[in-house]
């Protein structure tokens, strides 16, 4: 299983964009990169997946680059909403059916007025 | 927006009872998993269950775990004699084939 290292904490401000890197230097040719997302008593939310070059959804764009060794989440435009811890994840891509998360410790994003 | 939901949201026990977690997958999905995450730590897996099966468990899930889906729409985790160091936050999650899985927003156990 590809190990992740993501930064512990961000502070970021109302209206900015804020980038999450992830090094995946062990990710091997079949993994996908998986996002989610975990507020305060809450379950994780999968906030998007890629594979390789770039993904955007209504949430947030993933950036992979050609070797794959790491990723960057993009958050546009944050609010005091988005606070929240964000996790990279290694693993089996959509059509790997019933394999387990394995989450690392994640990013504590917090988004001041 | 379908959710999988999960009761109850706080359940407080003594040390040694049994406690039963209940959760309602999504209504279409085939693949159903327990994780855990004690206070400041790491979201952990425990098990995932198929097709009335279990399909793979952690070391944690020992002999004092089990699941069941009783009938149909409930997925059960069941902790037969607690101990303090079960006390954490209980996610249940389900999903359609593979990715992604979504999750409710967990079961808060206190042993005592």
């Known amino acids: 299983l590809a190990k992740t290292t993501q930064p512990i904490s961000m502070d970021s401000y109302e209206g900015q964009e804020v980038n999450i890197t992830c090094s995946h230097n062990n990710i091997a040719t079949n993994d996908y990169i998986t996002w989610y997302q975990q507020f305060p008593s809450q379950g994780p939310r999968f906030i998007i997946q890629?594979?390789?070059t770039k993904v955007t959804n209504e949430v947030a764009s993933l950036f992979i680059p050609a070797d794959r060794k790491s990723s960057t989440l993009s958050l546009p435009r944050v609010s005091l909403s988005d606070t929240a811890v964000y996790y990279c994840?290694?693993?089996?891509?959509?059509?790997?059916?019933?394999?387990?998360?394995?989450f690392g410790g994640g990013t504590r994003v917090l988004v001041k007025p | 927006e379908p959710e999988v939901t999960q009761t109850p949201s706080h359940q407080v026990t003594q040390m040694g009872q049994e406690v039963i977690l209940r959760c309602v997958p999504i209504s279409n999905h085939l693949y159903f998993y327990w994780y855990r995450q004690i206070l400041g730590q790491k979201v952990e897996f425990l098990v995932s269950f198929y097709n009335n099966e279990i399909s793979e468990k952690s070391e944690i899930f020992d002999d004092q775990f089990s699941v069941e889906r009783p009938d149909g729409s409930n997925f059960t985790l069941k902790i037969r004699s607690t101990k303090l160091e079960d006390s954490a936050m209980y996610f249940c999650a389900s999903s359609q084939s593979g990715q992604p899985q979504h999750f409710g927003d967990g079961t808060r156990l206190s042993i005592l």
């Open positions: 890629g594979y390789k």
């Open positions: 994840l290694v693993g089996v891509g959509p059509e790997a059916a019933g394999n387990k998360l394995t």
